[in-house]
């Protein structure tokens, strides 16, 4: 696990500086294929880093540490665009008023390439960011974790070695599906906030802000399992509770019109943030040595957050928006809550 985050953060440094060729060649089809570089990186360092969490302690406190990693996740989510932003787009719009006022092909061409050639020191700032950690977290006195010691108990042990496939854990299986679902409507709560939005005829200049105010609600929600995971509430009814409120906001959503109903959207944010952390170790309890592919199948769910958001585009524009929405949510929400009380238990 300690070499596959360091792998990941290596992979990721890989895709940033293929943004240099992307750039000085204005090709669509490099940035693609840098984004798709960096997703492997994400995907191989989440499936480290994630059970390297959730058993370097006690299981039953894992939700409270990723929560921590949540905090982190979503900080960086808030800033990074700020920032990125404030050097690449400064003056964007100026610039891309000359572009279209430009007549003379040289003139434009140059002028696109400046604005292309914008992106090339954030990116290569970001590729040796990502190697140095990756070196220092190769070199780091981080423990290197036996899942097959760690995460499987005396009474289950002879069981789990029994094992031959990783399809023989069925609560592991139901789990993968339920990240599938709870990405989807994460996404949808945090992404597709914009579209439910302007669907109400809301204007740019405000909808714009809608992203950011799930977001603050997720990390209130983190703050909350960090100081009751698991002193007050085990990570199961931390993910039983955040399924209920779920439901609860978006049929809120559904009843209502307007900011009123965006609010209760923004507000599902605050119901999400302890799904990935209580999910995640519950589904890979007790796996032994297969933790580490147990875990890539749970990070092969996140596809759900790039599934239902793309359902929810599509049927909007044949069926009201707010009935796709709940259509869509609501079944999910109802799927986190089965894992949450009987799913996690099934052996």
């Given at each position: 696990?300690?070499?596959?985050?360091?792998?990941?953060?290596?992979?990721?440094?890989?895709?940033?500086?293929?943004?240099?060729?992307?750039?000085?060649?204005?090709?669509?089809?490099?940035?693609?294929?840098?984004?798709?570089?960096?997703?492997?990186?994400?995907?191989?360092?989440?499936?480290?880093?994630?059970?390297?969490i959730?058993?370097?302690?006690p299981?039953?406190?894992?939700?409270?540490?990723?929560?921590?990693?949540?905090?982190?996740?979503?900080?960086?989510?808030?800033?990074?665009?700020?920032?990125?932003?404030?050097?690449?787009?400064?003056?964007?719009?100026?610039?891309?008023?000359?572009?279209?006022?430009?007549?003379?092909?040289?003139?434009?061409?140059?002028?696109?390439?400046?604005?292309?050639?914008?992106?090339?020191?954030?990116?290569?700032?970001?590729?040796?960011?990502?190697?140095?950690l990756?070196?220092?977290?190769?070199?780091?006195?981080?423990?290197?974790?036996?899942?097959?010691e760690?995460n499987?108990?005396?009474?289950?042990?002879?069981?789990?070695?029994?094992?031959?496939?990783?399809?023989?854990?069925?609560?592991?299986?139901?789990?993968?599906?339920?990240?599938?679902?709870?990405?989807?409507?994460?996404?949808m709560?945090?992404d597709?906030?914009?579209?439910?939005?302007?669907?109400?005829?809301?204007?740019?200049?405000?909808?714009?802000?809608?992203?950011?105010?799930?977001?603050?609600?997720?990390?209130?929600?983190?703050?909350?399992?960090?100081?009751?995971?698991?002193?007050?509430?085990?990570?199961?009814?931390?993910?039983?509770?955040?399924?209920?409120?779920?439901?609860?906001?978006?049929?809120?959503?559904?009843?209502?019109k307007?900011?009123?109903?965006?609010?209760?959207?923004?507000?599902?944010?605050?119901?999400?943030?302890?799904?990935?952390?209580?999910?995640?170790?519950?589904?890979?309890?007790?796996?032994?040595?297969?933790?580490?592919?147990?875990?890539?199948?749970?990070?092969?769910?996140?596809?759900?957050?790039?599934?239902?958001?793309?359902?929810?585009?599509?049927?909007?524009?044949?069926?009201?928006?707010?009935?796709?929405?709940l259509?869509?949510?609501?079944?999910?929400?109802?799927?986190?809550?089965?894992?949450?009380?009987?799913?996690?238990?099934?052996?």
């Open positions: 696990m300690k070499m596959g985050m360091s792998w990941g953060l290596m992979v990721m440094a890989i895709g940033a500086l293929i943004f240099i060729p992307a750039a000085n060649t204005r090709s669509f089809g490099l940035f693609l294929t840098g984004l798709f570089v960096q997703g492997m990186g994400l995907a191989l360092l989440q499936t480290a880093s994630n059970p390297y959730s058993i370097i302690g299981i039953e406190s894992a939700a409270k540490r990723i929560s921590i990693m949540g905090i982190c996740n979503k900080g960086a989510g808030i800033l990074s665009p700020i920032i990125l932003s404030s050097i690449v787009l400064k003056n964007a719009n100026e610039l891309q008023d000359k572009i279209n006022a430009a007549t003379d092909a040289v003139a434009k061409e140059n002028l696109l390439n400046e604005l292309a050639g914008r992106i090339i020191y954030p990116y290569i700032v970001m590729a040796v960011v990502l190697f140095i990756a070196l220092m977290i190769r070199k780091s006195p981080l423990p290197d974790i036996d899942a097959s760690v499987a108990d005396s009474t289950d042990a002879k069981n789990t070695s029994n094992k031959t496939s990783i399809w023989q854990f069925p609560h592991l299986l139901l789990g993968v599906l339920c990240i599938f679902v709870y990405v989807g409507v994460e996404v709560a945090g597709a906030i914009g579209i439910y939005g302007k669907s109400f005829g809301i204007p740019l200049d405000q909808y714009k802000y809608f992203t950011s105010f799930t977001l603050a609600s997720m990390l209130v929600g983190y703050l909350i399992g960090v100081f009751t995971i698991p002193k007050y509430i085990s990570q199961e009814k931390a993910l039983r509770i955040s399924a209920v409120v779920g439901i609860v906001l978006t049929i809120g959503a559904f009843a209502t307007g900011y009123v109903s965006v609010g209760f959207v923004a507000a599902l944010g605050l119901a999400n943030a302890l799904m990935w952390p209580s999910i995640f170790p519950l589904a890979i309890n007790r796996l032994g040595r297969f933790t580490e592919l147990g875990s890539a199948l749970l990070i092969m769910g996140i596809a759900g957050g790039a599934v239902i958001p793309l359902l929810f585009g599509y049927l909007k524009s044949t069926i009201n928006f707010q009935l796709v929405f259509a869509l949510m609501l079944p999910c929400y109802l799927y986190i809550l089965y894992y949450a009380t009987r799913g996690y238990k099934v052996r």
